[in-house]
Every structure is written in C-alpha cells, then in structure tokens.
C-alpha cells in the first residue's frame, strides 16, 4: 500500500528526512510518531505530493507519486496537521468543492455528501457556515471531505490536536470504523502516546530524519524496556526538550529571505 | 472547467456573505466621489477643465476596481495561513485550473464592485455619454479587474504574510492609481511623471473607461484596450507559472 525506500529530503544543506524505509501493507493503522522537528510533516507532505523528495522512491497504492501524482491524489484523504476548511462556506459547500477538485460525478454528489456528513454526525448542520462550528466539528468534517473520494489509504497529521477528550474519543472511532468496516489503511502521526498506543497496531518512529523503531506497540515497549510507550519513545528518542522550530519549509524560506539580504 | 467554476463560485459566495466587506469597500469611492467631487470641482472648472465629477467618476470607479482585485492576492495569503490552499494543492487538478478560477473569481467581484461605484455616481451627477457603450464599459472594467487581481495573486505567490502585502499596497498600489490619471489630467506633467503613468496599467483602464464612458479620454481607446487584454493576459500566465511553482 505505501512503501517508501531510502526517502532522502534535503532544503539546501539541511536533510529534513534522511534515509527511510519501511513497508505499509493494506488496512494497516501505523501511527507515525518522532518528537517535534522530526521529519514527520515533511514526510507525510512527500507521501502526499507537496513536496518532491530529493531522492529514493514511494509507492502509494502502486503509484509513483513523483511520476503519476493526479493518480496518486486520488489515492489518498489527508487531514492536515492545521484546519483547512474555508469558514464562510457552509459544511455541505465545503465537502461539494472537494467532489468538484476531485471529478465525482454530479449524480453521485448528493448521496455521498449525506451519506458522509451523517457518518460524522454532522447532516443536521449541512447548511450552516463552517465559522459557527467548534474544533472538534471542524475535525469531523474534514475527515468527512477527505473520504469524499474514497482514498486507498488516509493520512492524518495531528488530527486530535487542541480537541476535548471526548472530542478525540469520537474521533477515533470514526477513523478504527472505516479501518474495519472498509479496510482503510491509516497513517497518523500525534504526540499523544496513550492514543498511539491504543489504536496503532504498527508504529514507526522517526527522530533527526532518521527511523529510529519499528514494531507493535507491545514490541517497541518490550525492546526498550519500558513499562509503557511513552517511556519507550522517550528512551528511544531522548528527554531533551526540542525547539518548537521552523518546519523545514519556513528554514529554507529564512535561508531564501537571508540569502536575499532581507 | 468544473474546477475553474467552483472556485469561481467559492470568491462570489465569500464576497456576497461579507456585508461588511461590500459596505467597507464602498466607503473609500464615496470619500473620493464627495470630498475630492466637490471640494476640486469649482477649481477644475474655473481652469476650463469641465465638469470635474465628470472626470472624476471614471478614475474613481477604476480605483474600486484596482482595489477589490488587488485583494484577491490578500485573500490568497489568507487561505495559505489558513490552510484551504492546502487542500486544492493536494487535489488532481492542474495547478492552472486552480489560479485562473480564483483569478476570475476575484476579478468577477471586483468588476461588480466596479459597478456599483457606476451606479453610486449617478446620486452624485455623473451621468454617461452613450447608453449604448455600457456592455463594452462592463467588459472593460472585467479585463482591468483581470489584470489586477492577477497581480494581485501574483505578488502573493512571493509573500508569506498580510505584512509584506501592506508594503506593496503603499509602494506600488497607491503609486499606480495616483500616477494613472484617475484624480488629474496627464497632459501639462513634467515629464518624468508622463513616462511613469506610460509604464502604469492602471492608466489606459481609467482611460478606456473614461472615453467609454464620457467620450474624453486622453489616449486612443483601441490601443489603450489592446495594452490591457495584452497585460491581463500576460499577468495571469505568469501568475500561473508562479502559483505552479508555489511550496506549502
């Protein structure tokens, strides 16, 4: 299902991924974890074709997305770490743009729309403009927009993020029932330990650009000795605390605006 | 085309929501219209330059224009800091598709902003040369309104922030619409400033539709119309190959 080799991202002299490897196969729930800075987001842009790596090769539901990436695209839902809905729009309009940008047909636009908010439990406020909707609504209905294609596989980059527990525990449910029900392979990455810990059945983690661990849960607690995950990741990756740094975008965009003396 | 289309649709419906931003973006023509109609229009007239809010409402209906379309460049900084650019970058569609329908899109609401103004003018005296001639004046203000939001988007291609927006609204927005004609006759400039309003866009649209309007430009209309079908087009070229190179 996604397969990456050797993935190698550089901005200028500065390797934002450094080498990876690993194999997802379908209907796999991997959660994709590393400390801030890690290489996460820059990883998942590349699975995602906004950013080309700099080399080695991806294989997203038998794609190349460097080569095929409209094919790709329409492999894949993404819920992005930050909202990405637009707030004067209402729910429906929003989900109706995506099956426009995404070539549904009109006839079946409707049906899936209805079905999807219902899924979400958001129908009775189709038509009410997205500003009014809380973070957890705004999360519910972009997990609605990005199935509107029905991907392959979904990426969700943070998704509980700023959300109430009970906000993240329906979350969760929604995203465990289209793994079992539809054989959706998800791939998520978070900095909530218990939550990878209790819906990950694979976990891959990633630290300087580089894979550090790979396992189940239970494998990677059990190699580090630790009597939970988070002890794990943290032997893994360390106890010093990381900069809240730039992405590695925003660094190559302060090396263009310094380069250009500004 | 579908793509073109609801993106089109998505700056109409975020415009006619936003009471407060057609109500805010009448006030400035209004300001111009009534202190500068009628504080300067005794003295245009007694120069022997005619009826001044004759003059002026072209100028001023242009400057809508050039001001609603130069913010569908802000309005694209706003979706990037906001995150839906995101989701049409990730979507299968040229990235083409994606610009021209927000091009569009922006220029659609400026030119009807653009008409607005029109209908306001005529509370303050203004009142048009040849009926016939509003059909081509419409099509006019829609490629000026082109023009600029294209610009617009283009410079918001290079920008990261609403900051670096306001630094070109005061140093190339505001210079174009003073130097364009829209508030006073070219003719009788020193000649720096001539070559200068030569080089501004901004000029043959407040031209086009001041003969279009009134019958009195100061340039030829063909030529003036041909710089900007010319300039709409080449703006929103290069606004597409700078959005397809565009980095998240």
């Given at each position: 299902m996604l397969f990456v080799k050797n993935l190698v991202k550089k901005f200028g002299d500065f390797t934002a991924v450094d080498d990876i490897s690993f194999r997802i196969e379908k209907g796999e729930f991997v959660a994709f974890l590393g400390p801030n800075g890690a290489g996460k987001t820059t990883s998942i842009k590349m699975f995602t074709t906004l950013l080309h790596p700099t080399s080695g090769t991806i294989e997203l539901n038998g794609i190349n997305p460097v080569k095929d990436t409209f094919d790709a695209r329409r492999s894949f839902g993404i819920v992005f770490q930050d909202p990405s809905l637009d707030d004067e729009l209402t729910a429906y309009e929003n989900?109706?743009?995506?099956?426009v940008l995404y070539k549904i047909p009109k006839k079946d636009r409707p049906g899936r729309i209805?079905?999807?908010?219902?899924?979400?439990?958001?129908?009775?406020?189709?038509?009410?403009?997205?500003?009014?909707?809380?973070?957890g609504m705004k999360r519910r209905l972009e997990i609605a927009r990005s199935l509107m294609h029905q991907p392959a596989i979904l990426f969700l980059d943070e998704p509980t993020s700023g959300l109430d527990p009970q906000t993240r525990n329906h979350m969760w449910e929604y995203i465990q029932r289209l793994n079992r029900e539809q054989q959706m392979t998800v791939v998520f990455t978070t900095h909530y330990m218990e939550e990878a810990a209790k819906f990950a059945r694979k976990i891959i983690i990633i630290d300087h650009g580089k894979k550090i661990e790979e396992g189940t849960p239970d494998e990677l607690i059990k190699k580090a000795h630790a009597?939970?995950?988070e002890d794990a990741f943290l032997n893994f990756t360390g106890h010093d605390i990381r900069e809240e740094t730039a992405s590695a975008a925003d660094r190559m965009r302060q090396r263009r605006q310094a380069w250009r003396g500004k | 085309m579908s793509t073109i289309y609801i993106l089109w649709l998505r700056q109409l419906k975020r415009y006619l929501r936003s009471k407060a931003r057609i109500v805010g973006?009448?006030?400035?023509?209004?300001?111009?219209?009534v202190a500068m109609g009628f504080g300067f229009g005794?003295?245009?007239q007694k120069a022997g330059q005619g009826n001044y809010m004759e003059f002026l409402s072209p100028g001023i209906i242009a400057m809508s224009i050039l001001f609603t379309a130069i913010f569908t460049g802000i309005d694209m900084i706003w979706d990037r800091q906001f995150g839906f650019l995101k989701e049409t970058f990730v979507a299968p569609v040229p990235r083409s598709y994606i610009i021209t329908g927000r091009v569009l899109g922006g220029a659609t609401v400026a030119a009807i902003q653009g008409a607005i103004v029109l209908a306001l003018t005529f509370i303050f005296g203004f009142r048009v040369g040849n009926w016939f001639l509003i059909p081509a004046t419409l099509v006019i203000m829609l490629v000026v309104a082109t023009l600029f939001a294209a610009l617009g988007s283009a410079i918001a291609t290079q920008l990261?922030?609403?900051?670096g927006f306001q630094l070109i609204?005061?140093?190339l927005v505001m210079p174009m619409f003073f130097f364009s004609g829209a508030l006073f006759p070219l003719n009788g400039l020193?000649?720096?400033?001539?070559?200068?309003?030569?080089?501004?866009?901004?000029?043959?649209?407040v031209d086009s539709l001041r003969v279009l309007l009134t019958s009195a430009g100061g340039m030829a209309l063909s030529p003036s119309i041909i710089v900007l079908f010319v300039l709409a087009a080449g703006l929103l070229w290069l606004t597409t190959v700078l959005f397809s190179r565009m980095e998240l």
């Open positions: 989900i109706e743009i995506h099956a209805k079905e999807l908010l219902n899924f979400v439990e958001l129908w009775e406020r189709r038509n009410n403009l997205v500003k009014t909707f809380s973070g009597s939970t995950l | 973006s009448l006030a400035q023509p209004l300001l111009f219209l005794p003295f245009f990261e922030d609403m900051q609204m005061n140093f020193p000649s720096i400033l001539t070559i200068v309003a030569r080089f501004d866009p901004m000029t043959y649209g």
